[in-house]
């Protein structure tokens, strides 16, 4: 499973990128509104950090709308996702930029019928989100594990972006039920990196290494 963040503060990018495990970016209305920041002006410095897929997010609801806001967005970048509601304007637009070449990610998805919609309307990634379906009492990860199995059963290469990730339990089960991609905040990377055993063993291997200092 490909790790995407998903957030528009450009300093978190950076922190992670310099890892070497970031393959990509989301963000959303929400996060644009959270960094205070200029929407293209975000898209483009996250695209110059991460060098890859960055999806931007339309905010129009009916599909000629939504067309030309992605081609808009299309010119910041030839890395620019565009991002669509996954609704029946959303396929529509969906459709019209995917058959001129343009990357789409279809968001707010919340079911497999919605999944295969998206597939069918060409889309280059589908998003759903399993901590918002999690938060409703159904189950977050079967949804990805269905979306999975039909895709596979009908030969469909959208890639699925397991979105909505609030925990670590969450990336390793998306990973298994066969996301191509997880996206989640950055305080969610450093609690997959964290393990207190690792902590403990640096702690015993710097104090051991200080005495042995002695002896050479
Ligand atoms: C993904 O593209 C979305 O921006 C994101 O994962 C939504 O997550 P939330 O449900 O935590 O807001």
């Known amino acids: 499973m490909h790790l995407y963040l998903d957030t528009a503060i450009v300093e ?3 922190e992670i990128a310099a890892w070497g495990v970031l393959s990509g970016c989301t963000t959303n209305p929400s996060l644009i509104l959270a960094s205070g920041r200029k929407f293209e002006d975000v898209i483009a410095e996250i695209i110059e950090i991460v060098k890859g897929p960055v999806s931007a997010e339309v905010t129009a609801m009916d599909a000629p709308t939504m067309i030309a806001q992605g081609l808009e967005l299309r010119k910041i970048s030839p890395h620019v996702v565009v991002k669509l509601p996954t609704t029946p304007d959303g ?6 930029l995917t058959a001129d070449g343009h990357p789409v990610n279809m968001t707010l998805c919340f079911s497999a ?3 295969l919609l998206t597939a069918r309307a060409g889309a280059t990634y589908v998003s759903p989100f399993l901590g918002r379906v999690d938060d409703i009492s159904w189950d977050g990860i079967q949804l990805i594990r269905d979306i999975r199995l ?3 059963v009908h030969n469909l290469d959208t890639q699925i972006i397991a979105a909505s990730i609030r925990h670590p339990m969450h990336v390793v089960d998306a990973s298994k039920a066969g996301a191509h991609i997880g996206t989640m905040p950055a305080k969610l990377f450093a609690m997959l990196i964290k393990h207190p055993l690792t902590d403990a063993g ?3 291997f710097n104090s051991d290494w200080q005495k042995a200092l002695k002896n050479q």
């Open 12 to 14: 978190e990018v950076r």
């Open 113 to 115: 019928t919605q999944a």
């Open 150 to 152: 039909i895709f596979d």
């Open 91 to 96: 396929l529509t637009a969906c459709k019209a």
């Open 202 to 204: 640096i702690e015993k």
